[in-house]
């Protein structure tokens, strides 16, 4: 990282809060791992929905379609409003929601039942990303990266977690294996409820110091180049999400297809992909701070590429190796989005949060739909086949600004 982007980040925060609260960071990224693990449970279910209750591809999208669209379509709303409005005790209350749908979930009799618990836990996760990406941008101090990566390695450990859940107790238990899972909730919102007092006396130094900075910052930013990259962010995040919603969601039933094994041996090939996605989302951050955001965004998308189109023609040990290289990959610059994002548009934590994070999720609502059809449609070989393209998008990089280039549009 230059010294320009340095010293932006730190008048961003204060010269006399430079520091990073490593605490607070490991605590929210635990929170976001309770949280994030209760919504991969979702799609973790859909072999067992599929069998219990009858469900078709199409029915099994249209659930994760509630989940991530309800996530998706309140993130921005909810930072919007608490860019202007912070909230800190929402972060319990979302989880409280979360709560309540896993509780519906385990006892839902049919579809329609499990729609309503989805919404309920799609309601949580919405209230809390945008002002859990808040509160690790409090404490990050000059490791902006660093902290969104923290923050948002927990939320992908927890996504990781959900296939071991499944083979350690949905499989052996069933759909009721959920209520085990309103515990999970209600330890969240403990440890939320202590972030929320520390958020709210943070919250107004923070305020304090972007007012003095708002009034000193000159701004050069062309309206134009900040739409325009926007734009590239939207279809980046386009290819990840779909991409990861394919292989989240449906990859299992290609390995059972393909492979000839059982549902608790094919939540290894989604563990394996979402795990390794979890330890990129890591590493994505301290290289991004290290190199730039604009670099680590392009080589996340184009590095795995090859891989990808290779995957749905390997044998079974090989799919293995190239899940766990394609997720490392892929998943590297999902806090670098976020940071990238929230640079273009200094002092909307919560919205740029909100329309990153709830876009991931939105596209990713779409991607079940449509992945979910098609496969109805043409079958699961021609549709990973379509699918193992979407990384090439990541070719729409080299025309995002660098990230010099957005530090001086604010210095």
Same mark, same amino acid.
């Given at each position: 990282?230059?010294?320009?982007?340095?010293?932006?980040? &730190?008048?961003?925060?204060?010269?006399?809060?430079?520091?990073?609260?490593?605490?607070?960071?490991?605590?929210?990224?635990?929170?976001?791992?309770?949280?994030?693990?209760?919504?991969?449970?979702?799609?973790?279910?859909?072999?067992?929905?599929?069998? #219990?209750? %009858?469900?078709?591809?199409?029915?099994?999208?249209?659930?994760?379609?509630? @989940?991530?669209?309800?996530?998706?379509?309140?993130?921005?709303?909810?930072?919007?409003?608490?860019?202007?409005?912070?909230?800190?005790?929402?972060?319990?209350?979302?989880?409280?929601?979360?709560?309540?749908?896993?509780?519906?979930?385990?006892?839902?009799?049919?579809?329609?039942?499990?729609?309503?618990?989805?919404?309920? =836990?799609?309601?949580? #996760?919405?209230?809390?990303?945008?002002?859990?990406?808040?509160?690790?941008?409090?404490?990050?101090?000059?490791?902006?990266?660093?902290?969104?990566?923290?923050?948002?390695? *927990?939320?992908?450990?927890?996504?990781?977690?959900?296939? =071991?859940?499944?083979?350690? =107790?949905?499989?052996?238990?069933?759909?009721? *294996?959920?209520?085990?899972?309103?515990?999970?909730?209600?330890?969240?919102? @403990?440890?939320?409820?202590?972030?929320?007092?520390?958020?709210?006396?943070?919250?107004?130094?923070?305020?304090?110091?972007? &007012?003095?900075? /708002? =009034?000193?910052?000159?701004?050069?930013?062309?309206?134009?180049?900040?739409?325009? /990259?926007?734009?590239?962010?939207?279809?980046?995040?386009?290819?990840?999400?779909?991409?990861?919603?394919?292989?989240?969601?449906?990859? /299992?039933?290609?390995?059972?297809?393909?492979?000839?094994?059982?549902?608790?041996?094919?939540?290894?090939?989604?563990?394996?992909?979402?795990?390794?996605?979890?330890?990129?989302?890591?590493?994505? *951050? !301290?290289?991004?701070?290290?190199?730039?955001?604009?670099?680590?965004?392009?080589?996340?998308?184009? /590095?795995?590429?090859?891989?990808?189109?290779?995957?749905?023609?390997?044998?079974?040990?090989?799919?293995?190796?190239?899940?766990?290289?394609?997720?490392?990959?892929?998943?590297?610059?999902?806090?670098?989005?976020?940071?990238?994002?929230?640079?273009?548009?200094?002092?909307?934590?919560?919205?740029?949060?909100?329309?990153?994070? %709830?876009?991931?999720? %939105?596209?990713?609502?779409?991607?079940?739909?449509? @992945? *979910?059809?098609?496969?109805?449609?043409?079958?699961?070989?021609?549709?990973?086949?379509?699918? #193992?393209?979407?990384?090439?998008? %990541?070719?729409?990089?080299?025309?995002? !600004? &660098?990230?010099?280039?957005?530090?001086?549009?604010?210095?």
């Amino acid at each position: 990282m230059n010294s320009t982007v340095k010293s932006r980040s &730190k008048k961003l925060i204060g010269k006399e809060d430079n520091q990073t609260v490593y605490s607070i960071l490991f605590i929210i990224a635990m929170c976001h791992l309770l949280n994030d693990s209760l919504q991969a449970v979702i799609p973790a279910m859909f072999p067992i929905l599929e069998s #219990s209750l %009858g469900l078709t591809f199409t029915q099994l999208g249209l659930i994760a379609f509630t @989940l991530n669209m309800v996530a998706s379509v309140m993130q921005p709303v909810i930072g919007i409003y608490t860019d202007k409005r912070p909230l800190p005790y929402a972060l319990p209350i979302g989880l409280t929601s979360s709560m309540l749908g896993m509780l519906g979930l385990a006892f839902a009799p049919n579809f329609e039942m499990i729609l309503i618990s989805v919404f309920f =836990i799609g309601i949580g #996760s919405a209230t809390f990303h945008p002002e859990g990406s808040r509160v690790a941008f409090l404490a990050a101090g000059p490791r902006r990266g660093l902290s969104q990566s923290i923050f948002q390695v *927990g939320g992908n450990t927890g996504q990781a977690l959900a296939p =071991i859940i499944t083979a350690l =107790i949905l499989v052996p238990l069933g759909q009721f *294996g959920a209520i085990w899972f309103t515990l999970v909730a209600g330890l969240a919102v @403990l440890f939320l409820l202590y972030i929320a007092k520390w958020y709210s006396t943070q919250m107004n130094t923070y305020t304090q110091h972007h &007012k003095k900075e /708002a =009034i000193s910052r000159n701004n050069h930013a062309p309206k134009k180049a900040i739409i325009s /990259a926007l734009t590239i962010l939207i279809f980046l995040v386009f290819a990840r999400s779909w991409y990861q919603s394919a292989i989240s969601n449906f990859y /299992a039933f290609y390995a059972i297809d393909l492979y000839d094994i059982s549902i608790a041996k094919a939540q290894l090939y989604i563990f394996t992909f979402l795990f390794m996605g979890a330890v990129g989302t890591f590493f994505g *951050g !301290p290289l991004a701070d290290r190199f730039g955001k604009r670099k680590v965004i392009l080589f996340s998308l184009i /590095a795995p590429a090859p891989l990808a189109i290779l995957l749905p023609f390997v044998s079974q040990f090989v799919a293995i190796a190239l899940l766990c290289i394609i997720g490392l990959l892929l998943m590297s610059s999902f806090s670098v989005t976020v940071v990238y994002a929230q640079e273009l548009i200094p002092g909307k934590i919560g919205t740029m949060s909100g329309l990153i994070v %709830g876009l991931a999720f %939105g596209m990713g609502a779409i991607g079940s739909v449509a @992945l *979910g059809s098609l496969i109805d449609w043409i079958g699961l070989f021609p549709t990973m086949i379509f699918v #193992s393209l979407l990384p090439l998008l %990541g070719l729409l990089t080299f025309y995002l !600004p &660098k990230d010099e280039k957005v530090a001086e549009w604010y210095a």
